[in-house]
C-alpha cells in the first residue's frame, strides 16, 4: 500500500512529519474496508515511520480489523528495493500475508521487481496492489516471481 494523500501546506514541516490531508483521512480507512470486503486482512502490517505512512498503515488497519502491533521499519522510509526485501525476507512463517505501506516511487518500483510479468503500475495514494507468491517461507521470496491478484484505488471505490 502506498501512503494516503498528505498535505503539503506548512515550508515548516519537514518531509517525514507530513500529515495526511483530508482526502487521505478518509481514503486509508477506505482502503481497510475493502481489504476486509475482500478478505485480506493482513497477518502483518510493515511500514514507514514517516508521519504520513504510519497513519495510513493505522487508519487501513483499524478499519479492516488488523488487531496486531504494526512494524515501522525505517527502512520503508525511501530505502533501496534490496532492503525492504531483506525485511520481507526475515519476517517469520506464522504470517500468510504481510502488507507494507510506503512511499512512490519505491512502491512502483518493489511491485516492478516482484511480479513476473514485468509491467509499470503505477500507485497513486493510497493504492492497494495484492501479490500472490508460491513460496512455503518469506526467505524463499525471489524478484520477478508474483502475480498480481488485483490493484485498488480509492477513487474507484468511492
Same mark, same amino acid.
Given at each position: 500500500?502506498?501512503?494516503?494523500?498528505?498535505?503539503?501546506?506548512?515550508?515548516?514541516?519537514?518531509?517525514?512529519?507530513?500529515?495526511?490531508?483530508?482526502?487521505?483521512?478518509?481514503?486509508?480507512?477506505?482502503?481497510?474496508?475493502?481489504?476486509?470486503?475482500?478478505?485480506?486482512?493482513?497477518?502483518?502490517?510493515?511500514?514507514?515511520?514517516?508521519?504520513?505512512?504510519?497513519?495510513?498503515?493505522?487508519?487501513?488497519?483499524?478499519?479492516?480489523?488488523?488487531?496486531?502491533?504494526?512494524?515501522?521499519?525505517?527502512?520503508?522510509?525511501?530505502?533501496?528495493?534490496?532492503?525492504?526485501?531483506?525485511?520481507?525476507?526475515?519476517?517469520?512463517?506464522?504470517?500468510?500475508?504481510?502488507?507494507?505501506?510506503? @512511499?512512490?516511487?519505491?512502491?512502483?518500483?518493489?511491485?516492478?521487481?516482484?511480479?513476473?510479468? @514485468?509491467r509499470h503500475q503505477q500507485m497513486p495514494t493510497a493504492a492497494v496492489a495484492s501479490i500472490n507468491f508460491n513460496i512455503d517461507e518469506w526467505n524463499q521470496l525471489k524478484p520477478n516471481s508474483?502475480?498480481?491478484?488485483?490493484?485498488?484505488?480509492?477513487?474507484?471505490?468511492?
Amino acid at each position: 500500500m502506498r501512503h494516503a494523500k498528505s498535505d503539503w501546506g506548512s515550508d515548516s514541516q519537514t518531509d517525514f512529519d507530513r500529515p495526511l490531508n483530508e482526502r487521505g483521512l478518509k481514503s486509508a480507512p477506505l482502503m481497510g474496508k475493502e481489504l476486509a470486503r475482500r478478505n485480506k486482512i493482513p497477518g502483518l502490517i510493515i511500514s514507514s515511520p514517516a508521519n504520513r505512512a504510519k497513519t495510513t498503515a493505522k487508519l487501513a488497519a483499524e478499519s479492516c480489523g488488523y488487531n496486531q502491533n504494526i512494524l515501522f521499519e525505517q527502512e520503508f522510509y525511501f530505502g533501496s528495493i534490496d532492503e525492504i526485501l531483506n525485511i520481507i525476507m526475515a519476517v517469520g512463517n506464522e504470517y500468510d500475508t504481510i502488507m507494507i505501506v510506503g @512511499h512512490n516511487p519505491t512502491s512502483e518500483s518493489l511491485i516492478y521487481r516482484l511480479l513476473k510479468e @514485468h509491467r509499470h503500475q503505477q500507485m497513486p495514494t493510497a493504492a492497494v496492489a495484492s501479490i500472490n507468491f508460491n513460496i512455503d517461507e518469506w526467505n524463499q521470496l525471489k524478484p520477478n516471481s508474483g502475480e498480481l491478484e488485483w490493484l485498488i484505488i480509492p477513487r474507484e471505490l468511492a
